[in-house]
């Protein structure tokens, strides 16, 4: 027996791996193990996490690096190969359009096996299906049928047929953004979460009203966390300082409360203090002011970065486009950062070099401003957020850890050097101080340079 026991750990030692990433510190927010570990890969696996030195086909000396699991944002709407690189070069190595999602799921789905960086899925998307069925001439977002107007009982028997069909086809959930549609019924929003219910899978949800006034994120929190209680579905809250800015505090107070009686309930936040959404859609109809608690000076025009005016308004919203919100206050950023079941997402696209910073540098924003420079949080909690948080909403034991039979899924970042350089002005910059990323054992970046000729990522069902 004793010589079994030293033949077995000897066994990592002599063996020789696709890829072994050496000397880093390697840190696992499930088991809290944070200390100087070699890791083996193997056909997209972890295969030995050793204090001893492994062999590897491929290796790469992390001394002086943080060994993490690959980073997982819930809330990525840019689901494209230009967005897919920068997120690699973010820490990203799982991205996923949870809020908004898609319909129909499986050619989406199609349209990116073996053509991705880095990791992808969806939900199954209320709005895509609700614009399809009620002949919205919107794209990304609803702008005329279905925001001007309720839906028939007709339709929201399509709406929700088309909704569990994406989720037959392996969608990760339901996605909803009640803000979009201010005719939809909470009859129609009930019936979607009794359908999250009955499959057990969770609804990422947009709330209906941001801000102080009523009604306003109280009553948009009880309406979720109601539906979400009488069904039985899992409710996911999605940046939840873009909807309750200075209420941040008494919404988290909200969703701890819900918790501790017994829900399922999650949420997320950027670190930004500004959002971002289409000017044309419903969140600016008339009354807008009141409710975000901003004025036409607070707007920042995507396209030239420009600072609206009430007559720059009305152009740019019958033209239609994104356009940054300066509205969330930066204490509120830091508390929801600190916050201990607060996950980090980014809500972030680039569409030709232009949209929101966040899309390209949440992940390194969180451990530079607030982990580093502000002390908001520790590393490891930090890390917490950003991994197993999010692998845990989804369901997925695989992900978001370091540990021996994972998925390979990893990011090796410097501490000290880790930096956001993304900026609303200039969105379209790459992170530094994140050298190596692995994505299902394969390096999309090596040495902080992409990779243009791997394409590892995977399509993530239910």
Request: with cysteine.
């Amino acid at each position: 027996m004793r010589l079994w026991i030293l033949l077995a750990a000897a066994l990592p030692a002599l063996a020789q791996y696709d890829l072994v990433i050496a000397n880093g510190r390697v840190m696992d927010p499930e088991s809290g193990l944070d200390a100087v570990r070699n890791v083996g890969v193997t056909v997209g696996k972890i295969k030995a996490i050793s204090a001893g030195p492994l062999k590897g086909k491929e290796m790469f000396d992390a001394r002086g690096l943080v060994v993490s699991p690959g980073f997982i944002d819930l809330h990525s709407h840019g689901q494209d190969d230009a967005n897919y690189r920068y997120k690699a070069r973010d820490g990203v190595t799982t991205a996923l359009e949870m809020e908004v999602g898609v319909w129909p799921v499986d050619p989406w789905y199609k349209a990116r096996e073996g053509k991705a960086l880095i990791n992808f899925g969806a939900t199954s998307g209320h709005i895509p299906a609700r614009m399809a069925v009620m002949k919205d001439t919107g794209t990304f977002l609803p702008r005329d049928n279905s925001v001007n107007r309720a839906s028939s009982a007709a339709e929201e028997r399509e709406i929700l047929a088309r909704v569990r069909e994406g989720l037959d086809q392996g969608a990760l959930g339901i996605g909803m953004g009640i803000a979009y549609f201010p005719k939809v019924s909470r009859e129609e929003i009930l019936g979607l979460f009794r359908l999250g219910g009955e499959r057990k899978t969770p609804v990422y949800v947009h709330m209906r009203n941001p801000g102080p006034v009523e009604p306003g994120v109280v009553d948009s929190l009880q309406e979720v966390i109601g539906d979400a209680a009488v069904t039985g579905a899992p409710l996911h809250i999605v940046h939840i300082t873009s909807m309750a800015f200075r209420q941040t505090e008494l919404a988290l107070g909200m969703v701890d409360g819900a918790r501790k009686r017994g829900l399922d309930v999650t949420t997320e936040c950027y670190p930004y203090t500004a959002g971002m959404t289409q000017l044309e859609s419903a969140i600016f109809d008339p009354g807008w002011q009141e409710r975000i608690g901003v004025t036409y000076g607070d707007l920042q025009w995507v396209a030239t970065g420009e600072r609206l005016t009430e007559e720059t308004f009305r152009k740019y919203r019958a033209q239609g486009g994104p356009v940054v919100i300066h509205s969330i206050p930066e204490a509120m950023v830091r508390m929801a950062l600190a916050h201990p079941g607060v996950m980090v997402a980014s809500d972030g696209w680039l569409v030709d070099g232009k949209g929101h910073p966040r899309a390209a540098g949440t992940y390194s924003r969180v451990l530079a401003r607030y982990v580093r420079e502000q002390n908001a949080l520790p590393l490891m909690e930090a890390l917490r957020r950003m991994t197993l948080l999010p692998a845990d909403r989804l369901g997925f034991a695989s992900k978001g850890r370091l540990k021996v039979g994972a998925d390979a899924d990893i990011t090796v970042f410097d501490p000290v050097r880790v930096a956001d350089k993304a900026t609303y002005d200039n969105p379209a910059q790459y992170a530094e101080g994140i050298p190596f990323v692995v994505v299902n054992g394969v390096p999309v970046v090596r040495g902080g340079q992409l990779r243009t000729d791997v394409f590892p990522g995977r399509g993530l069902r239910r």
